[in-house]
């Protein structure tokens, strides 16, 4: 199956009337945007350049553009006339029309050199640090190229259901459009919301097989899941629904993966989902083989290979349940396996073993 | 005060008649071969787990000068 066919097939409603409507401009101009209002720009200080993937859709305006992943629907706007929202082709496929937002968020931009933050709850070692401040989470996010004052901030209620983002306008180009959830925020916020008991996201590779069933592969970095994408790509029948992150949700006692914007080399995305049928943890190997593993072991792999909030001892909680129930409800397996499509007839055509 | 070695036996001639209960009953009792406990260690990569680092760049956070990932937020290898 080609690429675009799995596109279509994942696909979901709302992004072809949200075209039609009028309220998104493709965007004419490739990456770094329109000069526009440059007045930034003018500054010898350090700047932010626009991503080297292709901007897709760009809009201004109040209109919220709707992003739905794994069932969570984000609401992203501004009321900045100045400021350009823009997403490029793998957002472009989670976009929805009009919904009810699990969470709404206003971009805009500002002046950062002066923010206070309140008390540091955590800190990744790398671009971001969280703060609490004011029954708020502040999402902080620096880059040494460009100096101690944040590039960007994000403020969350507790719940994450509402939040604003506000970027540090020196840093840019007036007119420069530009995504305000871009990597790692908007992940940061879908983790966030999985962890108040709706999911959790996994360093994994997922497929739907041929009968509609999902199969996961996990497995941190360099354990194979590109490869393993790769090798399923144009498989009649298989929709891979992302090469490297996967999210898990449960309803109605059954587990169900989905698919994520959030790709590896592979750049595979799709937002389709499946019902969950085994867990697979990744191992090179000289021959194709599943090996049973016990629940315990599954469950430590798996919250190894997972994206939780460590500063939520709640989250972290609802996290490890939930680690628990997905190993109840998909037989686990170490699968030794090698790269090349011998392992595709084995996952398909050898499930008892 | 029974000695070990008597409450030993009485535990064997307990198990037996269990055992022999289980076969009349057309049961056949099989006891699951000892494995001694082993604590096994898994890995956490904390850098990829904190969504800090970036995978072009090996380094922390979007710091790098390629064009993947360059500065502000255009970090596309998002730590795969």
């Given at each position: 199956?080609?690429?675009?066919?799995?596109?279509?097939?994942?696909?979901?409603?709302?992004?072809?009337?949200?075209?039609?409507?009028?309220?998104?401009?493709?965007?004419?101009?490739?990456?770094?945007?329109?000069?526009?209002?440059?007045?930034?720009?003018?500054?010898?200080?350090?700047?932010?350049?626009?991503?080297?993937?292709?901007?897709?859709?760009?809009?201004?305006?109040?209109?919220?553009?709707?992003?739905?992943?794994?069932?969570?629907?984000?609401?992203?706007?501004s009321d900045d006339s100045d400021l350009k929202i823009s997403v490029d082709s793998n957002i472009k496929r989670f976009l929805v029309g009009q919904a009810d937002p699990d969470v709404r968020i206003q971009a805009k931009w500002g002046d950062l050199s002066k923010e206070k933050v309140g008390e540091k709850i955590f800190d990744s070692g790398g671009v971001w640090q969280l703060y609490s401040q004011n029954q708020t989470?502040?999402?902080?996010?620096?880059?040494?190229?460009?100096?101690?004052?944040?590039?960007?901030?994000?403020?969350?209620?507790?719940?994450?259901?509402?939040?604003?983002?506000?970027l540090h306008?020196?840093?840019?180009?007036?007119?420069?459009?530009?995504?305000?959830?871009?990597?790692?925020?908007?992940?940061l916020l879908i983790i966030?919301?999985?962890?108040?008991?709706?999911?959790?996201?996994?360093?994994?590779?997922g497929i739907i097989d041929p009968s509609g069933n999902g199969h996961l592969f996990v497995g941190q970095s360099d354990a194979g899941k590109t490869t393993m994408a790769r090798l399923w790509q144009n498989v009649p029948g298989i929709i891979v629904l992302s090469d490297d992150r996967i999210i898990l949700r449960q309803n109605d006692g059954v587990v169900w993966i989905y698919g994520t914007p959030w790709h590896g080399e592979a750049k595979l995305a799709s937002p389709a989902?499946?019902?969950?049928?085994?867990?697979?943890?990744?191992q090179h190997g000289s021959r194709n083989e599943r090996v049973s593993i016990g629940k315990a072991e599954a469950v430590a792999r798996f919250i190894s290979c997972s994206f939780v909030p460590f500063y939520n001892p709640d989250g972290m909680e609802f996290s490890l349940g939930f680690c628990d129930e997905v190993v109840k409800s998909a037989p686990s397996y170490e699968l030794g396996f090698v790269p090349d499509k011998s392992v595709v007839e084995f996952i398909l055509g050898n499930k008892e073993r | 005060m029974t000695n070990n070695k008597e409450l030993s036996i009485t535990t064997n001639e307990r198990m037996e008649n269990k055992m022999s209960t289980c076969r009349k009953q057309?049961?056949?009792?099989?006891?699951?071969?000892?494995?001694?406990?082993?604590v096994k260690r898994v890995e956490l990569k904390p850098e990829e787990a904190v969504l800090g680092n970036c995978k072009?760049?090996?380094?922390?956070?979007?710091?790098?000068?390629?064009?993947?990932?360059?500065t502000a937020g255009t970090c596309y290898s998002q730590g795969s």
């Amino acid at each position: 199956m080609s690429d675009e066919n799995q596109r279509m097939r994942g696909k979901r409603s709302g992004s072809n009337a949200a075209l039609r409507s009028g309220s998104f401009a493709p965007s004419r101009t490739g990456p770094g945007g329109p000069q526009g209002n440059s007045r930034a720009s003018s500054d010898s200080g350090p700047r932010a350049t626009c991503s080297s993937n292709e901007v897709i859709l760009e809009r201004s305006g109040p209109d919220p553009f709707f992003l739905r992943i794994a069932d969570l629907t984000i609401a992203l706007l501004s009321d900045d006339s100045d400021l350009k929202i823009s997403v490029d082709s793998n957002i472009k496929r989670f976009l929805v029309g009009q919904a009810d937002p699990d969470v709404r968020i206003q971009a805009k931009w500002g002046d950062l050199s002066k923010e206070k933050v309140g008390e540091k709850i955590f800190d990744s070692g790398g671009v971001w640090q969280l703060y609490s401040q004011n029954q708020t989470y502040l999402f902080r996010f620096t880059s040494p190229a460009l100096g101690s004052v944040p590039y960007k901030i994000a403020f969350f209620n507790r719940e994450f259901t509402s939040g604003e983002v506000c970027l540090h306008l020196p840093y840019f180009t007036m007119g420069q459009p530009l995504y305000p959830l871009e990597y790692p925020l908007d992940e940061l916020l879908i983790i966030n919301l999985l962890a108040s008991e709706k999911g959790l996201e996994v360093h994994a590779c997922g497929i739907i097989d041929p009968s509609g069933n999902g199969h996961l592969f996990v497995g941190q970095s360099d354990a194979g899941k590109t490869t393993m994408a790769r090798l399923w790509q144009n498989v009649p029948g298989i929709i891979v629904l992302s090469d490297d992150r996967i999210i898990l949700r449960q309803n109605d006692g059954v587990v169900w993966i989905y698919g994520t914007p959030w790709h590896g080399e592979a750049k595979l995305a799709s937002p389709a989902r499946a019902p969950l049928k085994e867990v697979l943890f990744l191992q090179h190997g000289s021959r194709n083989e599943r090996v049973s593993i016990g629940k315990a072991e599954a469950v430590a792999r798996f919250i190894s290979c997972s994206f939780v909030p460590f500063y939520n001892p709640d989250g972290m909680e609802f996290s490890l349940g939930f680690c628990d129930e997905v190993v109840k409800s998909a037989p686990s397996y170490e699968l030794g396996f090698v790269p090349d499509k011998s392992v595709v007839e084995f996952i398909l055509g050898n499930k008892e073993r | 005060m029974t000695n070990n070695k008597e409450l030993s036996i009485t535990t064997n001639e307990r198990m037996e008649n269990k055992m022999s209960t289980c076969r009349k009953q057309g049961e056949r009792v099989q006891k699951k071969p000892y494995l001694k406990p082993e604590v096994k260690r898994v890995e956490l990569k904390p850098e990829e787990a904190v969504l800090g680092n970036c995978k072009v760049s090996g380094t922390h956070g979007p710091a790098s000068t390629t064009t993947d990932c360059s500065t502000a937020g255009t970090c596309y290898s998002q730590g795969s």
